[in-house]
């Protein structure tokens, strides 16, 4: 039975082809769906400096809003870390205030689709997963 979510898992798992890794072996892929139905996904975005390096999830919420779209209702984030591709992808903490911060101007809570390479996730709101968001 297809989820909810499955297109925007997909698409986030589409995403890790693109993915720009550098150095690292471990590719990242986010989507971000948003209140208009459209859906915008990106791998990570290595830096040499790695400080500057994009996360997926925040490439893919720039994309969204590179098109105008700042209303996100939900994001999906998968990386290739678990060669089992049984451990669910969960943003760090910089992503989850990013989102909690896209929560916080869209108005709407925003479901953190956490997935496998399998295409199985978990769901949980934006404000379940991060404990002390600032701003408060
Ligand atoms: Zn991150």
New binding site residues.
């Given amino acids: 039975m297809k989820g909810l979510y499955d297109d925007l898992v997909a698409a986030a798992i589409a995403a890790l082809k693109n993915a720009y890794c550098g150095a690292s072996s471990t590719r990242f892929g986010a989507a971000v769906l948003t209140e208009s139905g459209n859906i915008y996904s990106s791998g990570q975005y290595f830096s040499e400096t790695y400080t500057l390096t994009l996360?997926a999830?925040?490439a893919a919420l720039a994309h969204a809003a590179a098109h105008g779209e700042h209303k996100i209702t939900a994001i999906a984030c998968v990386s290739t870390e678990d060669s089992d591709k049984e451990k669910y992808c969960h943003?760090?903490g910089?992503?989850k205030q990013l989102i909690y911060e896209s929560y916080r101007k869209g108005g709407a809570t925003i479901k953190v689709i956490m997935a496998n390479l399998k295409g199985e996730y978990e769901i949980k709101d934006i404000n379940e997963i991060i404990s002390h968001p600032w701003p408060y």
Avoid: N
Wanted: overall charge negative; some cysteine; glycine content about 0%.
């Fill in positions: 996360h999830e925040q943003p760090c910089v992503c």
